[in-house]
């Protein structure tokens, strides 16, 4: 019979993952979720490498322990990034096909990227 079935869910399972600080910032016509320390490929910013860039459209900040979330931005947090690269991205190849008149174009194209260092999260 049914005796020996051992019976484990997730919820008993502890799991120690260290929660660093992080933000959820507007930068380049998108919404980014940042941790301090990591690079993040972004839509074209201006700048050269080296650069210093100060964002303070901030939407959230949570340091593990206590998470503020902004209507629609935070008051007095910024996020400071250095630019450690421009660069172009990988090549996007499209195709356009109409039917019955024989008429058919492909284009393509590479978007311009600048890679970000989180350098500080306040």
Request: charged content about 40%; hydrophobic content about 30%; proline content about 2%.
């Amino acid at each position: 019979m049914m005796a020996d079935t051992k019976k484990t869910t997730k919820s008993s399972e502890k799991t120690t993952e260290k929660v660093s600080k992080f933000a959820v910032i507007k930068l380049a016509g998108s919404q980014l979720k940042v941790f301090e320390g990591k690079q993040y490929e972004v839509n074209k910013l201006s700048g050269k490498k080296g650069d210093k860039i100060e964002v303070k459209n901030v939407l959230l900040v949570s340091d593990g322990k206590e998470t503020k979330v902004g209507k629609p931005l935070i008051k007095d947090a910024k996020v400071e990034l250095e630019i450690t690269s421009q660069k172009k991205g990988e090549k996007i190849d499209g195709l356009t096909y109409k039917a019955k008149s024989r008429s058919r174009r492909r284009y393509g194209f590479r978007p311009e990227i600048t890679r970000v260092l989180v350098k500080k999260i306040s």
